[in-house]
T-cell receptor, first 111, second 117 residues
């Protein structure tokens, strides 16, 4: 799986959009970009994934650059419950393979 | 979404004793389950892959005789930490995958916090 680079931490005001970047310059053509998050002392939770098109679901949006070397996870209206560590993972298929977790981004949503 | 449970959620044991942690997929069959370990302020590290009906595959550096994994059914995998020592104190998390075509999500349990005194 390709390596990813994320900022160590970010702050966001409650109600504002949280934009979490991820660099994955060595991603291969058939690898997907996945995002999971881990709220303190809980198991990780899937958020969203994409191959090359932008994706949106009820939790977040995923913007992938045209060259696929970076992506941004967007939480449109962050709440205090979104405070967590967010992991950007590049994988062929997390539904079939173990995940390789980097250090992730610790997002602190401020009231 | 699919639910994975772990039991116990936390356990304290004395050094030298063994502890068993259960991981169950509650509403789907999981041909494969994974066991991860997370030390304080660190990321999750894969320990082993558990396949139903076969021996587990351990990651490099993980002692298979110390961390016994049994995946006896499609809904249950167990991790037994044998002769536990304080350095085994950690947050143990399992995950499960349905093994269905097109499945993309991995489902994680809530974790088990082990403290060895």
């Amino acid at each position: 799986d390709a390596k990813t680079t994320q900022p160590t931490s970010m702050d966001c005001a409650e109600g504002r959009a949280a934009n979490l970047p991820c660099n994955h310059s060595t991603i291969s053509g058939n690898e997907y970009v996945y995002w999971y998050r881990q709220i303190h002392s809980q198991g990780p939770q899937y958020i969203i994934h994409g191959l090359k098109n932008n994706e949106t679901n009820e939790m977040a949006s995923l913007i992938i650059t045209e060259d696929r070397k970076s992506s941004t996870l967007i939480l449109p209206h962050a709440t205090l419950r979104d405070t967590a560590v967010y992991y950007c993972i590049v994988s062929l298929d997390t539904g079939r393979r173990a995940l390789t977790f980097g250090s992730g981004t610790r997002l602190q949503v401020q009231p | 979404g699919a639910v994975v449970s772990q039991h116990p959620s936390w356990v304290i044991c004395k050094s030298g004793t063994s502890v068993k942690i259960e991981c169950r997929s509650l509403d789907f069959q999981a041909t494969t389950m994974f066991w991860y370990r997370q030390f304080p302020k660190q990321s999750l590290m894969l320990m082993a892959t558990s396949n139903e009906g076969s021996k587990a595959t351990y990651e490099q550096g993980v002692e298979k005789d110390k961390f016994l994994i049994n995946h006896a059914s499609l809904t249950l995998s167990t991790l037994t930490v044998t002769s536990a020592h304080p350095e085994d104190s950690s947050f143990y998390i399992c995950s499960a995958i349905p093994g269905l075509a097109g499945a993309y999500e991995q489902y994680f349990g809530p974790g088990t916090r082990l403290t060895v005194t």
